[in-house]
């Protein structure tokens, strides 16, 4: 359903602007997938995390983590059952666990700094990490995009480090590693996927 109404709005669109050949067109028709998506996602994991008593931390998850992720990347599963599911059990994981998990002060410093060093290397190596539906190919718009994952990441679990906060400590340390595992190469082969940058500097290259 949701590929129908995305891919009929795409149509209009390139009705409105005859100007769009057919690789803008996939791009758009991708982006409207993706914020079309996400709605019913977005309510259906609030709603889960309802009937699990945890709707609030949820919420700040999914607050807390759009800075980073944003300008990360990440990953992208195949299927919409396949998002759904996924989305569910990190947004509503990552709070579980926080509620769950209590770490003494010198083991909280210990965790922020680990992973804030495994996380700088992550985004060193990958980010931002773009995906073969939207690549980014600009080189200005990669290193921007690299150096604000630098950015709200420290910033992040800085705020991790000094609150005394336990469970929203917790989800930015536990969401902003898992979110540092999903750039990685690792994780793309996991799940089939491939960077976009990668297969378009390839193409570029053979065709010169």
């Known amino acids: 359903m949701i590929d129908k109404i995305c ?11 005859p100007e769009i050949n057919d690789e803008k067109a996939e ?3 991708y982006g409207l997938q993706n914020i079309i998506g996400e709605l019913p996602k977005t309510f259906l994991v609030l709603i889960i995390s309802y009937f699990l008593g945890i709707w609030k931390e949820t919420l700040i998850t999914f607050l807390l983590l759009i800075p980073y992720k944003s300008v990360s990347g990440g990953f992208h599963l195949k299927t919409h059952l396949g998002c759904i599911i996924g989305t569910t059990l990190f947004y509503c994981g990552v709070p579980v ?11 909280k410093y210990i965790t ?3 992973v804030w060093i495994f996380g700088m ?5 990958y ?6 539906n939207v690549p980014i ?23 991790a480090g000094v609150i ?11 969401g902003y590693f898992l979110q540092s595992l999903m750039i990685t190469k690792l994780a793309y082969k996991l799940t089939n996927n491939k960077y976009g940058y990668e297969i378009y500097s390839d193409i570029s290259t053979q065709n010169v």
């Open 7 to 17: 891919m009929f709005l795409t149509n209009r669109i390139r009705k409105e602007m």
């Open 27 to 29: 791009v758009i028709n």
């Open 97 to 107: 666990l926080a509620k769950i998990v209590t770490l003494s002060e010198i083991w």
């Open 112 to 114: 922020v700094v680990s």
């Open 121 to 125: 290397c992550m985004i060193t190596l």
């Open 127 to 132: 980010a931002p990490a773009d995906t073969e």
């Open 137 to 159: 190919l600009a080189k200005k718009d990669r290193k921007k995009k690299q150096r604000f994952s630098y950015i709200t990441f420290s910033i992040g679990l800085i705020v």
């Open 164 to 174: 005394s906060h336990n469970v929203i400590a917790n989800i930015i340390i536990f």
